[in-house]
């Protein structure tokens, strides 16, 4: 949402004959009670009468009128004054309004934007006009607003997020109050804090799977100081197959070793913390005397390979708090190939919202939960529309600026589809993509790609000051060149003293506000249907609930009597606790998603989409609301014996029809069932093999989620056109049809036999042989489609090692009911090779004995 659709809804909180003509989204209220939490400030004209609104906003950017409400009037008479502190021309600075009116006076702190001119200057002539008239304005039409009192004001900026995981009702209380103290103090921050410059360098480098064969002094240490922090990641550290499938390499500790060698020796560092995913890793170093000022460092991995699994894409993420201020480092690597934009759209949304930081007794952090926020890597956009030639001629002139017109990431980042918020410094140094490894010398393959910027470093967050944007060519070993970008950071220190006077007066003015009434709340509906709900698409829902008492409030879902969560699994209630001030109203987004665990349940009808939540209101009472919906069964989610009976799309198929077939599913396989395997899986396999085996990157790249739903459609309905989507989202929407059915097709109780006889093929054929008739067909015709697949590797990339990791996780699924504690990192990786090695006998050795006959 921009400025001017902001505005739109800002205008219709207002009658139509009062015009907004000047407005402010990022206001903050330092005086008569200092409150960070933004404000609107709006100008309001009304005929020959103006006045200056601030407004709260429920959510920002507000969706509607409805989200904002009006705090403060201040009408521009002759009592108006204005006074500006200072107007600083640094971009990035504040300038402070004071505005009084009759008997009241706000000071407001403004950052500077392109329209605070137009504010000031809309202000100005306000006055100017009212100066002019004989007769002072009534503002009549001002008495239908009616702002709110000082303490109201201060109420509104104690929303506190409750952290921490469940608690009883006894100790609400005690935790309630030290979450408002803990919210306040954070409000007020400015008066014992004090800010002090810390350097910050980050780096990335695409290693393209060489090893640290040359000194990385040209990289890490070229600045006239050492940094204080260091972020360096690396991408593509290992592309080998092992690292690839089971997460294991040498070149983490190689790497890390050529770090630690060669950061400026002027200054002693010490390892933060390191993470890698594959061939991603985040190294985050620190100068050894601000370590004991650092507290909460938390990793977190995401990979957005095909099914979310693999790790070749994705991207590794490192948090802390130093002093009061908490930042985040992320090193990605973004989708490949030129015309996959959207990918990488995806992919930056993904690692975004599944990026989860968890801290004993609090609810996750995500990455946009930071002050400083610092997002680097292999991102992978490229230039489009010029051709290799035009580019290379352009960058040999060092006219960069014509490039960069039409690279993919400056032209996503303007229209605000990727990187919203975040800032990247000017690009003065040569495309860092692609060369031929060993040289300063353009790509000469075949493909003969056009350079592009691919590793880019871009931040978020207030007092950051980019000192410097470079590449490093010298270093080539890779057919990528690194890239680093120095900051100036401010970090928030606190004055010990003054947190303390501070500390003292929040708790006297809390004291003040307590008193024995009862809270009370109104949540704007208890009856929320979600009508038609489909496999995989999320669907969202919101209530309102407002604070009509006159103290903050604490709510939080919980669990009913006997039930092991609040919702049922297939619910999301975003947040579940929270505390809201008196008049405050909290937006609750309440998220229905069907995924292959609910399937099964909804289509053998052992759930519903049906559930009470509880609204817990501590020391108040209990508020119950409904949620429903219809889910429209689907393949996905159907057991093989039931699909292998099925002569009609399952769209056609009652109800009560496939609960029953579900039900009595060991009892529907005879040998006069319809087909020997499930004509949903023939489907999808059968167009595979027509269109797609010689696809680059089969069952390794990600297909698109829209595509997906529509194949998901076709399957349901039995349509006669063709199968919608690209290859590679048929390929995702075979993997997870496999891994959706009731049970995979090795059963849970003959995994631990097949893990142990995974070294020996003839027991392996042995328990595939007694497999039940229709699973046995299942399995032995996947691998006949895989052996075939194989057989154009040259064209698909495709090795067996990979498919017999990928698949054997599918053939030999985890059971989800088990109890036991989790597997360790490194028994994990054993199971997993086991798994695999009992697929790999089958895309190796010739089976054609065992196939069906039918």
Not at 210 to 237: C, M, R, S
Not at 392 to 403: D, L, Q, Y
Not at 418 to 439: Q, R
Not at 544 to 568: A, M, W, Y
Request: hydrophobic share 35%; net charge negative; proline share 5%.
């Amino acid at each position: 949402m921009n400025q001017d659709d902001i505005k739109s809804v800002v205008q219709e909180k207002f009658l139509s004959s009062e015009r907004v003509t000047a407005f402010l989204s990022d206001a903050k209220v330092l005086y008569p009670e200092r409150v960070m939490k933004d404000r609107l400030l709006a100008i309001v004209e009304f005929g020959d009468e103006k006045a200056v609104f601030c407004l709260f906003t429920s959510c920002y950017p507000p969706k509607s009128f409805t989200d904002l409400s009006i705090e403060i009037v201040l009408p521009i008479d002759n009592s108006f004054k204005c006074e500006i502190d200072n107007k600083p021309t640094d971009p990035e600075a504040v300038l402070y309004l004071n505005l009084q009116s009759r008997n009241s006076k706000f000071k407001f702190e403004i950052q500077i934007t392109p329209r605070v001119d137009n504010f000031v200057d809309d202000l100005f002539r306000g006055i100017d006009a009212v100066n002019k008239v004989p007769t002072q304005p009534e503002f009549v039409w001002l008495k239908k607003y009616k702002g709110k009192s000082e303490e109201d004001i201060f109420a509104h900026t104690m929303v506190v997020e409750r952290s921490g995981v469940a608690h009883t009702q006894s100790s609400a209380p005690v935790a309630f109050r030290e979450s408002l103290i803990k919210h306040k103090m954070a409000d007020k921050e400015m008066e014992y804090t004090f800010c002090k410059r810390f350097t910050i360098f980050c780096g990335t480098w695409n290693v393209n799977d060489k090893p640290p064969v040359i000194p990385l002094k040209e990289w890490l240490n070229v600045d006239k100081e050492p940094p204080d922090i260091y972020a360096v990641g690396f991408q593509e550290l290992d592309l080998s197959k092992e690292t690839f499938l089971f997460d294991q390499t040498v070149r983490e500790d190689e790497w890390y070793h050529a770090v630690l060698n060669y950061v400026d020796p002027r200054a002693k560092y010490v390892k933060l913390e390191k993470v890698r995913l594959v061939g991603m890793m985040l190294i985050v170093l620190i100068k050894a005397k601000h370590v004991s000022h650092v507290s909460n460092v938390i990793c977190d991995t995401v990979g957005t390979g095909i099914m979310g699994k693999m790790g070749n894409k994705g991207g590794v993420s490192i948090r802390f708090d130093i002093h009061n201020t908490s930042i985040c480092f992320v090193n990605s690597h973004l989708a490949a190939h030129v015309e996959e934009y959207e990918r990488r759209n995806q992919d930056f949304r993904d690692i975004c919202n599944r990026t989860r930081f968890a801290q004993p007794n609090q609810l996750p952090k995500t990455i946009k939960d930071h002050d400083h926020i610092y997002w680097l890597g292999d991102l992978n956009y490229r230039i489009t529309e010029l051709d290799p030639s035009t580019v290379k001629r352009m960058v040999s002139e060092h006219n960069f600026g014509p490039v960069l017109e039409w690279d993919q990431l400056k032209q996503q980042h303007k229209i605000d589809n990727v990187f919203s918020g975040y800032l990247e410094g000017p690009i003065n140094f040569k495309p860092t993509y692609k060369y031929d490894p060993g040289t300063d010398n353009w790509d000469s393959s075949e493909k003969n790609r056009a350079p592009a910027w691919c590793d880019r470093i871009f931040w978020k967050g207030k007092e950051i000051t980019q000192l410097a944007y470079r590449s490093h060519p010298s270093l080539n070993i890779s057919d990528h060149k690194p890239v680093s970008a120095v900051f100036s950071s401010y970090i928030k220190i606190i004055d010990e003293e003054k947190y303390r006077k501070v500390y003292e007066e929040v708790i006297k003015h809390l004291d003040k506000m307590e008193n024995e009434l009862i809270p009370q709340v109104k949540v704007d509906r208890t009856e929320i249907d979600f009508g038609t709900v489909r496999y995989l698409e999320l669907q969202v829902q919101t209530i309102t609930i407002r604070n009509t008492g006159k103290l903050p409030v604490e709510f939080e879902f919980i669990k009913k009597l006997d039930d092991t969560s609040f919702c049922k699994e297939w619910l999301i209630v975003e947040p579940y606790k929270k505390s809201i001030c008196a008049d405050e109203v909290c937006e609750i987004h309440l998220k229905v998603l069907i995924n292959k665990t609910s399937a099964c349940k909804m289509n053998a009808g052992t759930d519903k989409l049906y559930d009470i939540l509880v609204l817990h209101l501590y020391g108040g009472k209990d508020i119950f609301i409904t949620v429903n919906g219809t889910y429209q069964r689907s393949c996905f989610g159907c057991s093989i014996e039931v699909l292998v009976n099925l002569n009609v799309p399952i769209k056609e198929v009652a109800v009560g029809k496939l609960i029953e077939l579900e039900n009595k599913r060991d009892q529907t396989v005879s040998q006069q069932s319809t087909y020997s395997i499930p004509k949903e899986i023939w489907f999808l396999v059968d167009h595979i093999y027509l269109h797609g085996l010689k696809e680059p990157n089969l069952f390794e790249q990600p297909g698109l989620h829209s595509e997906i739903l529509q194949i998901r459609d076709w399957l349901d309905s039995g349509s006669i056109d063709p199968i919608p989507g690209s290859i590679h989202s048929v390929a995702e929407a075979l993997l997870l049809l496999l891994e959706s059915t009731v049970d995979p097709i090795i059963p849970y109780n003959l995994q631990s036999v097949c893990l142990r006889a995974s070294a020996n093929y003839l027991q392996c054929k042995q328990i595939v042989m007694e497999l039940p008739e229709f699973r046995k067909n299942v399995f032995l015709y996947l691998c006949e489609f895989l052996q075939e697949a194989l057989q154009h590797s040259a064209e698909n990339g495709l090795d067996a090692k990979t498919l017999s990791t990928l698949f054997g996780s599918i053939f030999l699924r985890d059971n989800p009911n088990n109890s036991h504690e989790p597997q360790t990192r490194i028994n994990k990786q054993v199971v997993d090779k086991k798994k695999a090695q009992f697929v790999y006998h089958f895309l190796i050795n010739d089976h054609s004995d065992l196939i069906f006959s039918r």
